[in-house]
């Protein structure tokens, strides 16, 4: 393992300023600072390197020493790169460029991912998105490890070191085929629901929500179909007489040309829709950009906009 380094940039500036100026005192007031103070840390610099640096001339300023020679070019360059260094810092956090991991729990990025990428490459097109659709418990472990930078999700079960902004409120549905007993109405119970198949994206989060929903109103979960896919639980709805519980409207248009339709759950609570990243971590740029679009898709949907009417933003 490579020992710790000793000195410090400072005392690198210090030597690489007096080395140029041939004098301690110019180099001192070129830099704002005391001889004294920049006296000893060279010498302080000398010590920690075990060489000394400069031949001290007395009231005839310094002369670099064989050692000083060639140490000056290596000090410049690790100057040269810790500044680079400091501008790719400043340039992560106030910067378009570069990546962003964005996370979608796996429900909405069907729906929200065609509407935001497109609109992320046309107003910023040095910044690389990559996404990770998961379920609420794999996006918060993608954000505690530095694998995810943000995330769209659902408000549910949100972890003491995350941040959650809500973006807005989604009403569940029930979606189902057209021929549905309820279907062409606009509001149904549960109760009438329960009367054909459920059929259950079978993930943590939605399952305990949408089974939370019976035991809450007192009516006794129906038949259970359960998938892991949110396509494959269309299709099922399209193609039979059950239903599914969905938190936006989904297009109508189903698998094989069957149409699937929604509508409004008398007992249904909202949930809440919104951002999800790491507390006490300061947005950056890129994560303020994607903030921006992850809004103005979430107003678009809402308001009922198709993915060519929906407006593009450009912060």
């Known amino acids: 393992?490579?020992?710790?380094?000793?000195?410090?940039?400072?005392?690198?500036?210090?030597?690489?300023?007096?080395?140029?100026?041939?004098?301690?005192?110019?180099?001192?007031?070129?830099?704002?600072?005391?001889?004294?103070?920049?006296?000893?840390?060279?010498?302080?610099?000398?010590?920690?390197?075990?060489?000394?640096?400069?031949?001290?001339?007395?009231?005839?300023?310094?002369?670099?020493?064989?050692?000083?020679?060639q140490l000056l070019d290596k000090a410049r360059d690790l100057l040269r790169e810790a500044g680079e260094l400091q501008e790719l810092g400043q340039d992560l956090q106030s910067g378009t460029t570069g990546r962003l991991t964005a996370g979608f729990f796996v429900t909405l990025a069907p729906v929200y991912v065609p509407r935001i990428l497109p609109r992320l490459r046309a107003a910023h097109p040095g910044l690389t998105v990559e996404v990770l659709e998961a379920d609420?418990?794999?996006?918060?472990?993608?954000?505690?490890?530095?694998?995810?930078?943000?995330?769209?999700?659902?408000?549910?079960?949100?972890?003491?070191?995350?941040?959650?902004?809500?973006?807005?409120?989604?009403?569940p549905y029930a979606l189902l085929s057209e021929h549905h007993p309820v279907a062409g109405r606009s509001t149904a119970t549960l109760g009438e629901l329960a009367q054909t198949p459920m059929v259950l994206l079978d993930l943590p989060e939605p399952a305990h929500v949408m089974l939370g929903m019976f035991e809450r109103a007192g009516v006794t979960p129906p038949e259970i179909i359960r998938t892991t896919s949110l396509e494959t639980m269309r299709g099922l709805v399209a193609a039979g007489d059950g239903f599914a519980i969905v938190n936006q409207r989904l297009r109508p248009q189903g698998p094989f040309g069957a149409e699937v339709h929604t509508v409004e759950i008398?007992?249904?609570?909202?949930?809440?829709?919104?951002?999800?990243?790491?507390?006490?971590?300061?947005?950056?740029?890129?994560?303020?950009?994607?903030?921006?679009?992850?809004?103005?898709?979430?107003?678009?949907i809402t308001a009922g906009a198709s993915p060519e009417t929906a407006p593009a933003t450009r912060p």
């Open 1 to 69: 393992m490579t020992p710790r380094p000793r000195f410090t940039l400072a005392q690198l500036q210090y030597f690489v300023s007096a080395a140029e100026a041939g004098n301690i005192s110019a180099a001192a007031a070129r830099l704002h600072t005391s001889q004294s103070g920049m006296s000893t840390a060279i010498q302080r610099l000398e010590r920690d390197l075990g060489c000394a640096l400069f031949i001290r001339h007395h009231a005839r300023g310094i002369t670099l020493t064989a050692s000083g020679r």
């Open 136 to 171: 609420g418990v794999t996006l918060h472990q993608a954000l505690r490890t530095g694998a995810c930078d943000i995330a769209l999700t659902y408000g549910l079960d949100i972890a003491d070191d995350m941040t959650f902004e809500t973006v807005a409120r989604a009403r």
């Open 266 to 300: 008398a007992e249904a609570e909202e949930v809440a829709l919104g951002l999800l990243r790491p507390a006490g971590l300061p947005p950056n740029r890129r994560m303020h950009v994607f903030a921006v679009e992850c809004r103005a898709a979430v107003a678009a």
